[in-house]
C-alpha cells in the first residue's frame, strides 16, 4: 500500500521556521520525482518546489525561492521542505506528491498518482 505521511506543520509567527517532513512507503521512492504543493480553501492547488528522482535538480516557484529548502533522503524515503522566513501569505494546507519520472513542468494534479493527505502550515501573529 502507497503511503505519503506528512508532519511538521504548525502555527508559526511571520518570520518562523518550520521544517515539514514527507515519509514514503509502498512504492519505489528513489525512482519518483516528488513534489510539495500547497492549497488554501476555496483556492487551487500550488506548486511550490519539486525535486527530481535525484535530488539533482529541484525547482522553486517565485513566491517561496529563496526562503523555502526541499530536500530528500531516498535512504530514508523521506521528503522534506524547510520554510523559512514565513509569511502569513505561506498559511495553507501542505501536501507532497510523487510521480514516476520528471518532475519539470509537471503542475497538474492528473501528473502525480500520489499524494499525502497533508499538515497545515498557519502564519500568524
Known sequence: E??????GGGLVQ?????????VASGFAFNTYGMSW???VPGKGLEWVAQMSSTGRSTYYDDSVRGRFTMT????????Y?????????DTAMYYCAARPGPVYGAISVGDYPYRGQGTQVTVSS
Open 2 to 7: 502507497v503511503e505519503l505521511v506528512e508532519s
Open 72 to 79: 530528500r533522503d531516498n535512504a530514508k524515503t523521506t521528503l
Open 37 to 39: 504543493v500547497r492549497q
Open 14 to 22: 511571520p518570520g518562523g521556521s518550520l521544517r515539514l517532513s514527507c
Open 81 to 89: 521542505l524547510q520554510m523559512n522566513s514565513l509569511k502569513p501569505e
